[in-house]
């Protein structure tokens, strides 16, 4: 149910394509840790909490109701508002969720609590962004606190020195943060994903290291 990983928003996956893509940003964003779970949309209208849904794909149609107890329940702000969320299970309930549901990644974990509403506890949602309200790239989140809303950690940016030094810092937060994440949102005119330093993927290489000829069996390796 969530295997489709397609993305929402385009990905720079090495420091030279973020590099092409953002070295002339002046202005101010966020560069925001990209969690790695179930993306939820919660809507509000005249401060009132209407209804949660998925995104809509078919991939992940299912009830998500039962995480109205893990947002607010109004807001200070009367027109009609989409807080788009993603929910996931921290690192540090997984464990039980892999020994219980059988889970292999916290991904899936999110679909298992889901179906078991006496275990909607263990799910975390977070808030990265507002439709239908105008708020500047680099004050959403603080926005969405004040309402709140749980939010991913972040840091203001303004250049693309700023954007490394940022990425940088997310980085080596990585391993301790307690959300699964996959890599990092630059926010600020245009919303890319960052998938470098530690979330950068390998590049592996293939070469000869022998010949061998067995003409008798008519093979060539």
């Given at each position: 149910i969530l295997a489709?990983?397609?993305?929402?928003?385009p990905s720079?996956?090495?420091?030279?394509?973020?590099?092409?893509?953002?070295?002339?940003f002046e202005g101010h964003g966020t560069l925001s840790m990209k969690h790695d779970g179930f993306n939820v949309q919660v809507n509000y209208y005249k401060g009132k909490l209407v209804n949660i849904m998925t995104r809509?794909?078919?991939?992940?149609?299912?009830d998500v109701s039962k995480l109205r107890s893990r947002v607010p329940a109004e807001i200070?702000?009367?027109?009609?508002?989409?807080?788009?969320?993603?929910?996931?299970?921290?690192?540090?309930n997984f464990p039980?969720?892999?020994?219980?549901?059988?889970?292999?990644?916290?991904r899936s974990a999110v679909s298992s609590v889901?179906?078991?509403?006496?275990?909607?506890h263990l799910l975390d949602v977070h808030a990265f962004d507002v439709h239908g309200y105008e708020v500047k790239p680099e004050n959403k989140f603080e926005l969405l606190q004040s309402w709140g809303f749980q939010t991913p950690k972040f840091y203001k940016v303004n250049n693309y020195n700023e954007?490394?030094?940022?990425?940088?810092?997310?980085?080596e937060a990585k391993d301790s943060y307690?959300?699964?994440t996959d890599g990092a949102v630059f926010d600020g005119g245009k919303r890319r994903a960052l998938r470098i330093m530690a979330w950068e993927e390998p590049i592996y290489q293939s070469f000869v290291t022998g010949y061998l000829e067995q003409f008798n069996l008519y093979r060539i390796s």
């Amino acid at each position: 149910i969530l295997a489709d990983k397609t993305e929402s928003i385009p990905s720079l996956n090495t420091e030279l394509e973020v590099q092409t893509e953002l070295q002339y940003f002046e202005g101010h964003g966020t560069l925001s840790m990209k969690h790695d779970g179930f993306n939820v949309q919660v809507n509000y209208y005249k401060g009132k909490l209407v209804n949660i849904m998925t995104r809509g794909r078919s991939c992940d149609a299912m009830d998500v109701s039962k995480l109205r107890s893990r947002v607010p329940a109004e807001i200070p702000v009367q027109d009609k508002i989409k807080i788009v969320c993603e929910c996931t299970v921290s690192k540090a309930n997984f464990p039980f969720c892999a020994s219980m549901f059988g889970n292999v990644s916290e991904r899936s974990a999110v679909s298992s609590v889901l179906a078991k509403p006496e275990y909607i506890h263990l799910l975390d949602v977070h808030a990265f962004d507002v439709h239908g309200y105008e708020v500047k790239p680099e004050n959403k989140f603080e926005l969405l606190q004040s309402w709140g809303f749980q939010t991913p950690k972040f840091y203001k940016v303004n250049n693309y020195n700023e954007i490394m030094m940022a990425m940088q810092y997310l980085s080596e937060a990585k391993d301790s943060y307690e959300s699964p994440t996959d890599g990092a949102v630059f926010d600020g005119g245009k919303r890319r994903a960052l998938r470098i330093m530690a979330w950068e993927e390998p590049i592996y290489q293939s070469f000869v290291t022998g010949y061998l000829e067995q003409f008798n069996l008519y093979r060539i390796s």
